[in-house]
């Protein structure tokens, strides 16, 4: 299909014209504007919340919940494009705008300057990985413009040509205490890598991310899987790389069934039903800067997820998307918690507020609660903005 392309490209008179593409994804929020009273909880009765719970221009937002000597903890990070920041709340819902702040990781825009880690940070998770706090991460050192010559190679464009995986490691149990070092790049043999999640199963651990067929193919965005020693340490050599994932349905291409470029799968992020132990990917599909960006899901079906046998697609459609009738459009880049008290699961996800965005983006973090079928697969709610019940457990917090 893709020498198909460039064949007729030639037939026609055309050659391919490479632009580097520029992206911050903390631009773009002119003209919005929100009443704080009607962010996250109503704190008139502590009783409801509303969508969005942050108002701030992130994406990528990443929840996950911690205990400490001071307590029961939500911690939650975003790309905020030049450093690493960490918030952290006793309540799911609150307004994330105004929870505790704190930068843990912060490259010198001159020290630091051409450092394959010092710029366009994008899609930060914290994970707790065998009682150790590590942050994964992606970073570039071009500020996602990479030179022209480079750029060129690519059959279109190279967005994102140069970014690549990295790692931090707390020093302590507990998170928002810890000093955060780095440990280093994964090992992505020299690719695009973006994304990244890590994926535990059977006391071994995995790093999903998104992926090039090669270093200048640029598009399609698949899935890739590889195998890790430890949470920094890639231990899978280039021909045991897999891709598990590649946008072959048409609600993963922009336009809608156009393949090639603009097909994207990326933001892949692991969900566990906690009930049967069924392991699925939830990730991100389409493209980003439209309002089509929507969440696909993997089910984990064999026993070895390097295989990709042992991967099925849920081909039906995006199983989490846009609601044009209430507003909310480009719904993607999932994470998932729990309640309070642990008896109800949320999803932590970004979203726009107009079908047409500016090329940089504007995006409010939400969170609503979903539940599971009775086959054991996520059933996702529809996109909405509330009022919903504040999760359970949460009002007993300030009774």
Known sequence: MFGTLLSLVAVLGFAPVATAQQFDPNLGQSGVSWDPASVGTNKTTNATFSNPVMTLNVGDPFMTRYSADDGDWYLFTYTTNDNITLKRSRFLT????????????????????????????WAPEIHNISGSWYIIFTATPDAD????????????????????????AGSTSDPWRS?????????????????????????????????????YSSWPANL????????????????????????????????????????????P??????????????????RVN?????????????????????WK?????????????????GTGHASYTTSPDGSEDYMVYHAQTTPNPAADLYRTARIQ??????DGTPKFPLAENGPFDVPAGQKALVS
């Open 224 to 267: 890739c899987i590889t195998k890790m020693s430890d949470p920094w340490t890639v231990s899978s050599d280039f021909s045991e790389r897999r891709m598990i994932s590649v946008p072959d349905q048409p609600w993963e291409q922009v336009p809608y069934g156009r393949p090639i470029r603009l097909a994207t799968n990326e933001g």
């Open 179 to 215: 000093d955060f070092t780095l440990k280093g790049m994964l090992n992505s043999y020299d690719q695009f890598a973006i994304d990244g999640t890590y994926f535990a199963y059977e006391d071994e651990l995995y790093h999903i991310y998104s992926c090039w067929e090669n270093t």
């Open 313 to 329: 697609k849920h081909t039906e459609g995006c199983v989490f998307h846009q609601n044009t009738k209430a507003g909310i459009y």
């Open 145 to 168: 413009n990479p030179p022209p010559l480079q750029d060129a190679l690519c059959p279109f464009s190279c967005p994102a040509v140069n970014h690549r995986m990295f790692v931090l």
């Open 94 to 121: 609150d307004n994330w705008d105004d929870a505790e702040t704190r930068t843990v990781f912060n490259p010198d825009p001159i020290a630091d300057k051409g450092q394959p880690w010092s710029t366009s940070l």
């Open 290 to 310: 439209t309002p089509f960006y929507c969440l696909g899901m993997l089910e984990l079906v064999g026993n070895d997820p390097m295989e990709y046998q042992s």
């Open 369 to 374: 609660k979903f539940s599971w079928n009775d």
């Open 269 to 286: 992020q692991q969900l566990v039903n906690p009930k049967t132990g069924q392991n699925f990917v939830i990730y991100s599909a389409a």
